[in-house]
């Protein structure tokens, strides 16, 4: 299954929203460092999700966690 193969997902379904407590300060995880084959692979995955809106880009004014590569046989994808 593709992102393009769950469109008709309402977005409404399947939202996720951060909640996020203005009195917690945020702790950031410390930036991971990938080889170049995962960092293309984690920016084709993130293009794919984003050209059918199954996710959207979101700031935040520190980084809240790093992206968890997982391997599917012979290709990379974004753990969720």
Not at 4 to 14: A, F, L
Not at 27 to 49: P, V
Not at 60 to 75: E, P, S
Request: aromatic share 10%.
């Amino acid at each position: 299954m593709t992102p393009s193969d769950m469109s008709w997902v309402s977005p409404d379904i399947i939202t996720h929203k951060l909640s996020v407590f203005k009195e917690v300060r945020p702790i950031a995880q410390k930036n991971s460092d990938y080889d170049n084959e995962k960092r293309l692979a984690a920016k084709a995955e993130a293009e794919k999700l984003l050209s059918v809106r199954f996710i959207r880009e979101a700031w935040y004014t520190t980084w809240l966690g790093n992206v968890v590569m997982v391997t599917g046989g012979c290709a990379w994808t974004i753990e969720t």
